[in-house]
């Protein structure tokens, strides 16, 4: 009887898990380059998001630009869209440039905003 509750129990911090993962994406979509006129998630500037247990988000990023001269606005910016979501605890941001940041990682859609489609 036992074994039922606790895999019903994990499958529920698992879809509320999937669900604050979505919160944290509909977040970052408001999040713009300011040089970019798309969000930084259609940019393919986030290349992971990490949920723990306790709700504190992990997310390594690039920039389309090493020597990118805002690049404290966006993490910054970036860093506080996440901590807004409801039921985050913490955020941790991970500044990446492995693998370089190309416009192959953008979504279509910001391709096609862009006039790249």
Request: glycine share 2%.
């Amino acid at each position: 009887m036992r074994l039922p509750f606790c895999k019903k129990k994990k499958n529920t911090m698992n879809k509320s898990k999937t669900a604050l993962e979505a919160n944290i994406v509909m977040a970052l979509r408001n999040v713009y380059d300011p040089e970019i006129p798309v969000n930084v998630y259609d940019l393919g500037l986030i290349y992971e998001i990490k949920v723990d247990e306790d709700n504190k988000v992990d997310i390594k990023m690039t920039l389309t630009a090493p020597n990118c001269p805002i690049a404290d606005i966006v993490v910054d910016s970036v860093a506080a869209a996440v901590r807004d979501v409801p039921g985050v605890t913490d955020v941790a941001i991970e500044l990446t440039f492995e693998p370089e940041w190309n416009k192959d990682m953008m979504t279509d859609e910001a391709k096609l905003e862009l006039g790249l489609l």
